[in-house]
């Protein structure tokens, strides 16, 4: 069986506290670096998540402002109004069947539920262009 | 347990999460930005002639223009000063507070402040209506 390659880059995830306010900008909300998945960069559109236990993380989307790295805090400015439940981020392959004159042919494609929308990978091509492709 | 609110007392409520990991994160956040360990909370007084559930759902409503998640916990000034926390107003956003800890390190000191916010039923946000406990 072939396989394909391809590499992929998930927007960082960012837990929120939606209680919070950063002080000068109240229109900001602050994160503990450690509160990312991964550093992400000034400028970079991040998942917003307020983490669950037992029920979908509820996730909106973020943009980062500034990031000070000397106290280890990340300004966002958060899409409070986008918030809602995640749908789970286990990723699965799709085989479809085809005939191909009196042959069978395989396609198969690797799908991911993200956070917001679902993207596919058939034959390593990214088809939505949500996806930032490393 | 029932809360009483008296005509003039501050009614406070905080958005999901506040478990001990989460207020120690949330003040961690705040001594880096402020020295302060401090946990960020909204706030209103109840207006004479006005129930619970309507000042709830008066505060809920304003909280929701700016934020959002997925629970609320209530609570009154006078249990937090009860418990030995001092609250102080720190506009903007309006109607925003913040809970003074004196050390966010000791758990104790944090157990108990999750423990306030945990005396009353958790509620759905913004509609107020009483969610299944955890």
Known sequence: ?????????LPARVVVDPNGAARGDASLSVALLEDADRIPKVGELVFAVQPEDDEPD????????EIDHAKGLIYLAVDWAGFHEAPQRRGFVVRQRRMQGSRIAWKQSYTIPTLESQFTSRNGNITSDRVLVA | MTMNLETGELLIVRLWRWAPDRIKDDAEKEVRASRQASISVFGISKLPDEDLETAMRRLTTHVASIRNAKYAAFTTETKLAEAGFGIRENEPPRHHFDVLLENHNDEDEVRKLADIFDQFDRRKFPSCLPAVSI
């Open chain 1, 58 to 65: 509820y996730i909106s989307s973020a943009i980062v402002k």
């Open chain 1, 1 to 9: 069986m072939s396989t394909s390659r391809f590499n992929i880059t």
